[in-house]
């Protein structure tokens, strides 16, 4: 009986048997940057984006998040993601963006 073979690539570059810890490593660094970007971005948006009424709190602190993971994979876990699963979006998208950051993304 053949045993299979776990150190197969999957269709986004990241072999089978890394898929779990790294992807666990990459939630807990996110969690952790989580709790200095998002007061850092609150401050932000206050300062530059508060008086315009296009870009929500909600809609920036997405953002935020957002290309932070793109920064993380293609920096931090560039060596265990080799192709990124998320991409850098601009601000000027993030205009009614659905995405908001959780309370269970800063844990």
């Not at 807990?28 to 989580?34: D, N, Q, V, W």
């Not at 200095?36 to 008086?51: D, M, R």
């Not at 993971?69 to 998208?93: E, G, H, K, N, S």
């Amino acid at each position: 009986m053949r045993r299979p073979d776990h150190g197969t690539e999957s269709k986004d570059g990241l072999q089978s048997t890394l898929r779990f810890p790294v992807g666990v490593a990459l939630l807990l660094f996110r969690g952790l940057a989580l709790w200095v970007l998002l007061p850092v971005g609150v401050l932000a948006w206050l300062v530059v984006f508060s008086w315009r009424d296009k870009l929500r709190l909600g809609e920036f602190l997405g953002w935020l998040d957002l290309n932070a993971m793109a920064l993380m994979q293609r920096t931090v876990f560039a060596a265990w993601i080799p192709r990124p699963t998320v991409d850098y979006i601009p601000l000027r998208d993030s205009v009614g963006s659905t995405y908001r950051v959780g309370i269970f993304g800063l844990l």
